[in-house]
């Protein structure tokens, strides 16, 4: 600072002074308050980033929605779930085959813009798991409403989609639950998912795939049908619209094969499974969700599914 700033300031009033500290401190209030407001907007765009997103997929021809119905009506979901649970995940991916053509072209050509061999080694030819899940999901709760005369008209929506989709945009990053599970401990597993469920209910769930050593999940549904009689065990089945399987988890073969596909499998971690509040399938989504309290976090953004 040279003399005459030195003087300039030395002869400046305490008045004057203060005009110039009261500026300072309203310059400071409007630019907090213009801070906060960046920050809860961020906040906000953040939260709504990882709400829950609605998804719409194509109704299939008439006359599979006409036999749907009929076995809805004749009673099939309760004395014959299996059939009536394998017609509804036969043909939720219709395109399954083409889809799969689809990614492998685009991988090789990923291959000619890169010059590398690596988006064919890492490809997965089915990677459209989360809309299966989701228009299997949907199917059921519009074909249970109908049943119970809620007056929804009753569809059987089919995917038309063949990329990946993010399974916590089913529910909402923060409403996703899940659990661990250790490998080789097929016995706890089972119980957990099983328990994910009452008679009843159906909710969507993400899966280890036992091939992929924890690198992705795969979504599917699990929906509790109740008991043949009463007293009874309940019923529970996996289903995947993705491939049009179903599992009966009562029965030991299907069991088998579920978990030889669908179990950790990575000996240094445990894998996790993730799972959407559960719903009643013949009330309102929304009603039986908001029941439901959310659980623990949801997995990474990025988690593979397919």
């Not at 549904?221 to 309940?234: F, R, T």
Request: net charge negative; with cysteine; aromatic share 6%.
């Amino acid at each position: 600072m040279n003399p005459t700033q030195s003087q300039s300031l030395g002869s400046t009033s305490p008045a004057a002074l203060g005009s110039v500290d009261a500026g300072d401190e309203w310059d400071d209030a409007f630019q907090q308050e213009d801070v906060d407001f960046k920050c809860a907007e961020t906040e906000l765009a953040m939260s709504r980033l990882f709400d829950a997103k609605t998804v719409t997929y194509q109704s299939a021809s008439s006359a599979l929605k006409a036999e749907l119905k009929d076995r809805v009506m004749a009673g099939e979901p309760h004395h014959n779930p299996t059939e009536f649970l394998r017609f509804i995940v036969k043909h939720t991916n219709p395109s399954k085959v083409l889809f799969s053509w689809k990614n492998l072209l685009a991988a090789i050509a990923d291959c000619a813009r890169q010059l590398s061999l690596s988006p064919l080694v890492n490809v997965v030819l089915s990677q459209n798991c989360v809309h299966c899940a989701r228009a299997v999901d949907q199917t059921l709760r519009l074909a249970f409403s109908h049943k119970a005369g809620a007056g929804a008209q009753m569809d059987l929506l089919q995917v038309n989609q063949r990329k990946m989709g993010e399974f916590y945009e089913i529910c909402g990053m923060d409403r996703l639950q899940n659990f661990s599970s250790k490998p080789n401990d097929g016995g706890q597993y089972l119980e957990q998912l099983q328990g994910i469920v009452r008679p009843g209910q159906l909710a969507c769930i993400s899966v280890p795939v036992t091939s992929a050593l924890g690198a992705f999940g795969h979504a599917m549904n699990i929906v509790n049908m109740g008991p043949a009689e009463q007293g009874g065990q309940d019923r529970v089945f996996v289903l995947c619209g993705q491939s049009g399987k179903v599992f009966d988890l009562l029965k030991d073969t299907d069991v088998a094969d579920f978990l030889a596909r669908h179990t950790c499998s990575d000996p240094d971690n445990d894998g996790n499974v993730f799972f959407t509040p559960p719903q009643a399938m013949d009330s309102g989504a929304a009603d039986a969700a908001a029941a439901v309290s959310p659980g623990e976090q949801g997995p990474p953004l990025g988690t593979a599914l397919a």
